[in-house]
T-cell receptor
């Protein structure tokens, strides 16, 4: 069974540019969550999508956005990049299940903003 | 949202039990506690989860206090490969579910 796949794994951008990251969840998982990880702030929740709708959102500015497609694949976009956006961006997928709900993480996309 | 508090770092001798504490004093009655670990900035890996009762699987045991305000993850025989950052997480129901990560405990297993 294939795991969560994130692309690209590494990328370098300059301030003011925008970036799009992609996440393919495990087959059958309809919920996709995004997290930002930085050394100073740890793992911070960005947003969660289920059935193509954003269901939860963390405390990030509007420059951070996302979407989910009908096949559950998700993308996140960061516009007008700032130096502080340099981070590991992690995607996780899960079934939405009252009893379980285990998150499966991808390996992440490491973004460096120069 | 419920928050978790963990010690920033711990050391454990190889072969001994590693006991990692977590405080989640604001947890609500239907919110699960999850534990994940992260090695070398890879994606976090699921370890175990529980609601009220103690749980055990092939990786670890989870002990939850009766008032549910704290829990302890136990790695019964720590190995060098268990060196990682361990996160205690509360899953909050908000329509679907939201997972609140703490800052984690950096466990170093010593030879």
């Amino acid at each position: 069974k294939a795991g969560v796949t994130q692309t690209p794994r590494y990328l370098i951008k300059t301030r003011g540019q925008q970036v799009t990251l992609s996440c393919s969840p495990i087959s059958g998982h309809r919920s996709v969550s995004w997290y930002q990880q930085t050394p100073g702030q740890g793992l911070q929740f960005l947003f969660e999508y289920f059935s193509e709708t954003q269901r939860n959102k963390g405390n990030f500015p509007g420059r951070f956005s996302g979407r989910q497609f009908s096949n559950s694949r998700s993308e996140m976009n960061v516009s007008t990049l700032e130096l502080g956006d340099s981070a590991l961006y992690l995607c996780a997928s899960s079934r939405v299940n009252r009893e379980a709900g285990e998150l499966f993480f991808g390996e992440g996309s490491r973004l460096t903003v120069l | 949202d419920a928050k978790t508090t963990q010690p920033p770092s711990m050391d454990c001798a190889e072969g001994r039990a590693a006991n990692l504490p977590c405080n989640h004093s604001t947890i609500s009655g239907n919110e699960y506690v999850y534990w994940y670990r992260q090695i070398h900035s890879q994606g976090p890996q699921y370890i175990i989860h529980g609601l009220k009762n103690n749980e055990t699987n092939e990786m670890a045991s989870l002990i939850i206090t009766e008032d549910r305000k704290s829990s302890t993850l136990i790695l019964p025989h720590a190995t060098l490969r268990d060196t990682a950052v361990y996160y205690c997480i509360v899953r909050v129901k908000t329509g679907t579910y939201k997972y609140i990560f703490g800052t984690g405990t950096r466990l170093k297993v010593l030879a």
